[in-house]
């Protein structure tokens, strides 16, 4: 059974930085993209960032580009979001999301499984 577990999310001030953790167990993931999502109250889910397991290509969005940086430690199979220069738009739940490439990687409907989600909160 694919588990993905999200863990470093929190309270910091404008300007701060967190790094997101997610732990992936349950299969192989060398065929697999992984992605970061989030979604603020009110707001649609939208795509952070996402990196091929293997290879290590990475994506991200033009919100946070030269501000995230997505990586995976493949020893662990973890996956990292090491978010830097924080603002409180950045506030939302942020999902780790896995899916079989070739997908499209910027679209939530192409990943197969997700994580519950860890908080991020970012005060001004």
């Known amino acids: 059974q694919v588990q993905l577990v999200e863990s470093g999310g929190g309270l910091v001030q404008a300007g701060g930085f967190l790094r997101l953790s997610c732990a992936a167990s349950?299969?192989?993931?060398?065929?697999?993209?992984m992605g970061w999502f989030r979604q603020a109250p009110g707001k649609e889910r939208e795509f952070v960032a996402a990196?091929?397991?293997?290879?290590?290509?990475?994506y991200y969005a033009d919100s946070v580009k030269g501000r995230f940086t997505i990586s995976r430690d493949i020893l662990q199979n973890t996956v990292y979001l090491q978010m830097n220069s924080l603002k409180p738009e950045d506030t939302a739940l942020y999902y780790c999301a896995a899916g079989r490439v070739p997908l499209a990687v910027r679209a939530g409907s192409s990943y197969d499984y997700w994580g519950r989600g860890t908080q991020v909160t970012v005060s001004s």
């Open positions: 349950g299969r192989t993931f060398s065929r697999y993209a």
């Open positions: 990196i091929i397991w293997s290879g290590g290509s990475t």
